[in-house]
C-alpha cells in the first residue's frame, strides 16, 4: 500500500504523560479515582502542545488526529474528558483498559500489566484508519512506555513480527493468552519503514538519559513540553507559535523563567536532540518577546565551530538501527514483569 | 572542574542539588565529558547551565603559573561570577591556584590585605541551640601572615559566623601554645594585644589545641600553616579512630560484640567528622562568595559546598564583612 505521508496520527498516554498522576500509595490511588475533572492536574505545557499540534495541521492543510490510550479503568473516563474539555484540548478519540475484565476473570496480574493492552490498543487503532499515516507517540518513563512505543514502531516498519515479537512478549510477560491476538494484529498491519517518527518520553521520574540511549535515536526524552516542542518544530510538526505558545505557558502558569526555559534548549542541544542551528532559529521570536534571555556574546568563530560540531552529532544520531531487545532487557530489567519485581530503575547500573 | 574526582563528582553533585533545591548550578568544565556524565544522573536540566571550557587546573600544577592562566575553568568561572553571570563560585582545585587566581580576576574587600581560608569542624555544643560547627581560619590560603592579618581574620570570621550561625557576638579565640597573654613568640603576642583592643570583637582570649574541639570559642584565628595542619590531622584522627575500632573488633568477639552494639554511636561519629557533610570551605575577604572543597570532595561533599554557598549568598555575608571593614577604617 503506498504511504499517505501527509497524515498524522498522533498517541498519547495520560497518566503522567498529559496528567500529573500520583499514584504511589492505595490512598493516592484511590483519590485519583474519586477526582472530578476541575481536580485533575496537567503536566505543564501539554494542553498548549496539543492544541499547537492541531493549530499546525490547520494552517499546512496536512491532516491530524490526536488519539489518547490510558491504562486507567473507564470508569474515571467521565473525569478525564472533563478535564480534557475544561483544557480545551482537541482529541478524536481515547480507549481505557477494562480493568473490571481482568477482575472478573480472576487475572489481578494483568491489572499491572500495560504493554500487551498498549500493544493491542496501538495496533487496532492503525487498522482502523484507511491510510497509513505517520505517527508520534508520546508516553513517560514511569512504566514501559519506551518499550511498548518501540516495539509497536518496529511492527509498524515490519521489523518486527511472528517469532521475534513473540519472543519479545512473552519475555516481558505479557499475558500468554494475549499474544496470538497481538501476533495477528502484527501481521495485518502493513509494513511502513519510519512510519513512527518519534517517540517523545517525558522524563517524570527524572530516568538518566542515557538510559533510554539504547532505544536509539528515534526516542526523545524530554524534561518538560517545551523541550518536546522544541523537538516537534525541528521536525516540522509544529511551527515556531506553536514553540511560542508552550513556553509562554510554562512562564505563565508554571513560573518558569527564561533562564529555564534557555538551560532546557540547551541541555537538549548538549544531548544531541536538535542541532543548536535549528534550535536558536526556532526561539530567536522567543528571545526578543523576552521568553528567553538574549543570547551571549560569544566568538563568532566559536559558535561556528560549535554549531559545527554538533551538527555532526545530530547526523550522527539520526542513522536507525534494528533495536537490539535482548540488550535493552538485559540493561533494564524493570521492564520485564519478573524483572519489574527484583530491579528498580534507580538500581539500574549505568553504561 | 577542578579536584581529584572531576568532573564525574561535581557533575553528581550539581545534578543532586538540581534536584532537591532551587539553586541554579553553572556549570564551567569540558562540555562533552560533563554532558556525558549527567546523561547518565538524574537531574533537573532547567537549573543546570553549562560554559565550555576544555582546561582545568591540575591538582599538581605550580598554582602561580596556573593562576596566570586565562583559559582554565579557574579563571573562566570567576569572571562568571565578576560577571554577574553566577552569585558564587565552588571549587574542588588546587586551593593555591584558587587563592592566586581569586585575587587577580576578584577585588580583596577594601580593608582586606589577606584572604583567609576558612574551615567548619564539630566541637562541643554548651548549649541546646548552639551551632555545632566552629569556624578556624585560615586553614591555608597563606602560610604564614602577621598580627594585623589575624586581626583581619578575626573580624572576617566574627562577620561570617554572625551570618550564618547566627551568634549575635561570636566569641574569638587566638590558637596559641599557652592560655597566657605572653605565650607565643613576638606576633602572636602582639596578635593578642591588638585583637584584645579590637572594638567590636569579642575576643575570649587564646585558646590551646585541645580547645579547639572543646567549644571555648566560635572562631579561632590562627596562621595557614598552622591551621592547615590542625585541619588535616583533625580529619585524620577521625579516619584512625574508626580504623581502631574496627581493627579491634577483629580481636576479641565481645569487643565486636561490643562495637556492634555501638555501631550506631560510631556512625553518628563517623557522619560527625566526615568532612563532606560540611560542604567546603569559604575563602573570605573577596568582594565575591568562594567556597573551596575539598580535593577529594565526592558528590556529598560538593552539594553541600553547593548549599553552603548559596547560604552565604544568602545571608549576605560579603556585604557584611565589607561593612565591618569599612567602620574600623572609619
Redo the contacts between chains.
Keep these: 500500500m503506498a504511504r499517505r505521508a501527509e497524515s498524522l496520527l498522533c498517541r498519547w498516554d495520560l497518566d503522567k504523560t498529559y496528567l500529573r498522576s500520583e499514584f504511589e500509595t492505595l490512598r493516592q490511588l484511590l483519590r485519583t479515582a474519586w477526582e472530578r475533572g476541575e481536580d485533575k492536574i496537567e503536566v505543564p505545557g501539554v494542553p498548549e502542545v496539543l492544541k499547537a499540534l492541531k493549530a499546525s495541521s490547520e494552517r499546512t492543510g496536512r491532516p491530524l488526529a490526536i488519539h489518547f490510550i490510558s491504562a486507567s479503568p473507564p470508569q474515571i473516563g467521565k473525569a478525564i474528558r472533563d478535564k480534557l474539555a475544561l483544557d480545551g484540548v482537541p482529541y478524536d478519540g481515547i480507549v481505557f483498559k477494562d480493568q473490571l475484565r481482568h477482575i472478573r476473570r480472576g487475572k489481578f496480574r494483568n491489572l499491572r500489566e500495560h504493554v500487551g493492552f498498549k500493544l493491542r490498543e496501538l495496533m487496532r487503532g492503525r487498522l482502523a484508519i484507511d491510510s497509513s499515516p505517520d505517527e508520534l507517540l508520546f508516553g513517560d518513563d514511569w512504566e514501559s512506555d519506551p518499550l511498548t512505543y518501540s516495539a509497536y514502531a518496529d511492527v509498524v516498519a515490519g521489523q518486527m513480527r511472528g517469532r521475534a515479537l513473540e519472543t519479545l512478549l512473552v519475555r516481558i510477560g505479557v499475558d500468554r493468552s494475549a499474544v496470538p491476538e497481538l501476533l495477528a494484529l502484527a501481521e495485518r498491519i502493513p509494513p511502513a519503514p519510519q512510519a513512527v517518527r518519534r517517540i517523545f518520553i517525558n522524563l517524570a521520574r527524572?530516568?538518566?538519559?542515557?538510559?533510554l540511549q539504547a532505544f536509539g535515536p528515534r526516542l526523545v526524552p524530554t524534561?518538560?513540553y517545551f523541550?518536546t516542542a522544541v523537538v516537534l518544530a525541528a521536525d516540522g510538526v509544529l511551527d515556531r507559535t506553536g514553540v511560542r505558545d508552550v513556553a509562554r505557558a510554562l512562564a505563565d502558569r508554571a513560573t518558569?523563567t527564561p533562564?529555564?526555559?534557555?538551560?532546557?534548549l540547551?541541555?537538549l542541544i548538549?544531548?544531541g536532540c536538535v542541532s543548536e542551528w535549528t534550535a536558536q532559529s526556532l526561539v530567536r521570536p522567543l528571545r526578543r518577546e523576552g521568553l528567553l534571555p538574549a543570547r551571549s556574546r560569544r566568538p563568532r568563530w566559536r559558535r561556528r565551530l560549535?554549531r559545527w560540531i554538533r551538527r555532526r552529532r545530530v547526523d550522527a544520531t539520526a542513522e536507525r538501527r534494528t533495536l537490539d531487545y535482548e540488550a535493552i532487557l538485559a540493561r533494564l530489567p524493570h521492564l520485564t514483569r519478573t524483572g519489574a519485581e527484583r530491579v528498580d530503575v534507580?538500581e539500574v547500573p549505568?553504561? | 572542574m577542578g579536584g581529584e574526582r572531576a568532573p564525574d563528582e561535581i557533575v553528581k553533585g550539581a545534578a543532586q542539588i538540581s534536584?532537591t533545591t532551587d539553586i541554579?548550578c553553572l556549570l564551567v568544565g569540558d562540555?562533552d565529558r560533563v554532558?556525558a556524565v549527567l546523561?547518565?544522573?538524574?537531574?533537573?536540566?532547567?537549573?543546570?547551565?553549562?560554559v565550555?571550557c576544555r582546561n582545568a587546573v591540575g591538582m599538581d600544577e605550580d598554582p602561580a603559573a596556573a593562576a596566570g592562566r586565562r583559559d582554565t575553568s579557574l579563571t573562566v568561572a570567576l569572571q562568571a561570577v565578576k560577571a554577574g553571570g553566577a552569585d558564587a563560585l565552588v571549587s574542588a582545585g588546587n586551593t593555591a591556584a584558587c587563592v592566586l587566581a581569586s585575587t587577580r580576576v576578584w577585588r580583596l574587600v577594601p580593608g582586606v590585605r589577606r584572604a583567609a581560608l576558612a574551615a567548619v569542624y564539630p566541637r562541643h555544643r554548651e548549649y541546646p541551640e548552639q551551632d555545632p560547627l566552629a569556624l578556624v581560619l585560615d586553614v591555608g590560603a597563606s602560610l604564614r601572615c602577621d598580627a594585623l592579618d589575624l586581626v583581619e581574620f578575626a573580624v572576617m570570621g566574627s562577620a561570617y559566623a554572625r551570618r550564618i550561625s547566627k551568634v549575635e557576638s561570636p566569641r574569638v579565640g587566638l590558637l596559641n601554645v599557652d592560655r597566657d597573654p605572653r605565650a607565643g613568640d613576638d606576633m602572636l603576642i602582639e596578635a593578642h594585644r591588638l585583637l584584645a583592643a579590637e572594638p567590636g570583637l569579642n575576643f575570649v582570649g587564646n585558646v590551646e589545641g585541645h580547645d579547639l574541639v572543646r567549644g571555648g570559642a566560635d572562631v579561632i584565628v590562627c596562621e595557614g600553616l598552622v591551621g592547615n595542619v590542625a585541619r588535616k590531622l583533625f580529619e585524620g584522627v577521625s579516619g584512625v579512630m574508626l580504623d581502631v575500632a574496627r581493627a579491634a573488633g577483629e580481636h576479641r568477639l565481645m569487643w565486636r560484640l561490643g562495637l556492634r552494639l555501638l555501631s550506631e554511636g560510631i556512625e553518628r561519629l563517623q557522619a560527625l567528622t566526615d568532612y563532606s557533610n560540611y560542604g567546603g570551605a569559604p575563602i573570605l575577604g573577596f568582594d565575591r562568595v568562594f567556597i573551596k572543597c575539598h580535593g577529594r570532595s565526592n558528590a556529598h561533599a560538593v552539594a553541600n559546598a553547593i548549599k553552603v554557598a548559596a547560604k552565604a549568598v544568602r545571608d549576605d555575608v560579603t556585604g557584611e564583612i565589607t561593612a565591618v571593614m569599612a567602620k574600623r577604617r572609619r
Excluded: C, G
Design positions: 527524572r530516568t538518566p538519559p542515557a538510559h524534561f518538560n523541550q518558569y533562564t529555564q526555559l534557555d538551560n532546557s540547551a541541555d548538549r544531548r560549535q534507580e549505568a553504561t | 534536584l541554579d562540555e554532558q546523561e547518565q544522573q538524574e537531574y533537573n536540566p532547567e537549573r543546570i547551565s553549562l565550555d
